[in-house]
């Protein structure tokens, strides 16, 4: 696939970031189906720092937010891309911002959690061999998580 037509950059977001987290995930529900989780990522997202690409027409194409869990660990807490958008580049700059984002605030370690590999589904089949193709390794498993 190509990239996007008028690729931008990640931007730090400042206002309606759960709006945007809300309008991202509604387009994701294989993986955000559950209103309940959504509604957690919405409101968590509102205070979260937040990073986005937009489309050549300004049109969220993807997101990501950050949670500090220690000084030296920062958290993927969420991130989505847009179905028609996924495989172009959007969502390795997003990590790779995160990590300069952490990094500038001190954190040694960019983190994400996702389901694990004992789970079959497809959808997190995917989602597993991005976070490994951008460098992401499976440290710990939580099997009653």
Do not use: Q
Request: proline fraction near 8%; charged fraction near 20%.
């Amino acid at each position: 696939m190509k990239p996007l037509s008028d690729p931008r950059a990640p931007v730090p977001v400042l206002d309606g970031r759960g709006a945007l987290c809300r309008e991202v995930l509604a387009s994701l529900p294989a993986w955000f189906g559950i209103p309940e989780a959504v509604e957690a990522y919405v409101a968590a997202a509102e205070g979260l720092p937040m990073l986005a690409c937009f489309d050549s027409a300004g049109r969220a194409a993807g997101f990501l937010s950050l949670k500090a869990n220690t000084a030296a660990a920062t958290e993927v807490h969420v991130m989505g891309v847009k179905p028609g958008l996924r495989r172009r580049g959007i969502g390795r700059v997003l990590i790779e911002a995160a990590a300069r984002l952490a990094a500038a605030e001190g954190a040694r370690f960019l983190t994400v959690k996702t389901l694990s590999s004992a789970n079959s589904d497809p959808n997190y089949a995917a989602t597993r061999a991005f976070y490994e193709a951008v460098g992401f390794l499976p440290i710990e498993e939580l099997p009653t998580l």
